[in-house]
């Protein structure tokens, strides 16, 4: 697998060859990663939830469930 962008704020991840993107990444402002999406549709996987202070503080899946 494969990332595009910079490390730090991969935009897409990619299957070995290159060819196929698996995963989509959205981000905040401040350049925190906030969703995971799905590849075809953008819909969230995950969203990811932070403190005033930039701690990730929750995390949201696509069931609904939430952690934090």
Do not use: F, H, N, W
């Amino acid at each position: 697998m494969r990332q595009t962008g910079s490390a730090a704020t991969a935009s897409e991840l990619k299957s070995g060859a290159g060819s196929t993107v698996l995963a989509k990444y959205a981000y905040d402002t401040p350049g925190r990663l906030t969703q995971t999406q799905d590849r075809a549709t953008s819909t969230p996987i995950e969203t990811y939830g932070y403190d005033a202070i930039g701690s990730r503080t929750s995390l949201t899946t696509s069931a609904g469930i939430r952690l934090g």
